[in-house]
């Protein structure tokens, strides 16, 4: 049934349209028109991330903050080896994908690490890319509480996350 949401909404979509006598046609290329000015402004910033991301991997400094960190995370119950993909996830989704992919390829995804990584990637969100994107959209420069309610509300995602996992690993 929820295969078949998509489908309906379109037919729905079209059916409202042609009692409304609207030319739907003309409205969908008016509206993906009136986005390329938004398109625009979005570009640079979701490359900016991208870079930023990409010079914090290879320069090392994700290698550097993960051996820091790595001494605080047992006593927590976290396994070190997941430090990269939660420091990553906050900017870059596709580099937290990269992330769990690397813990997949050395542990296994059925492993604990592994299992625990596939729920942190669910339970986490690319904070800082989604507020760029979201609020440079609208020309939001004051995130006020924004940023923080969203970090506060991953570190508990995550600590929910490594306990689930805990729990239901091999049950």
């Not at 051996?67 to 006593?75: D, F, Q, S, T, V």
């Not at 625990?116 to 420069?141: M, P």
């Not at 506060?152 to 049950?171: D, E, I």
Request: net charge positive; glycine share 8%.
């Amino acid at each position: 049934m929820i295969a078949a949401i998509t489908p309906i909404l379109i037919l729905l979509v079209i059916g409202v349209a042609a009692v409304l006598r609207v030319d739907v046609f003309s409205a969908f290329v008016e509206g993906a028109g009136s986005a390329l000015p938004l398109l625009k402004k979005l570009i640079p910033l979701m490359a900016s991330i991208m870079l930023a991301i990409a010079v914090f991997r290879d320069s090392g400094a994700l290698d550097f903050l993960t051996r820091l960190l790595a001494p605080a995370a047992e006593p927590l119950g976290l396994d070190a080896r997941l430090l990269p993909l939660l420091l990553v996830r906050p900017f870059s989704g596709s580099a937290a994908i990269a992330a769990a992919t690397d813990i997949f390829s050395q542990h296994g995804p059925d492993s604990p690490v592994g299992f625990t990584a596939s729920i942190l990637v669910g339970a986490s969100e690319t904070i800082f890319y989604t507020i760029a994107l979201y609020f440079g959209a609208v020309g939001i420069k004051k995130t006020r509480f924004a940023i923080p309610v969203a970090i506060v509300s991953m570190v508990a995602a995550v600590m929910a996350g490594v306990l689930f996992a805990n729990l239901f690993y091999k049950v």
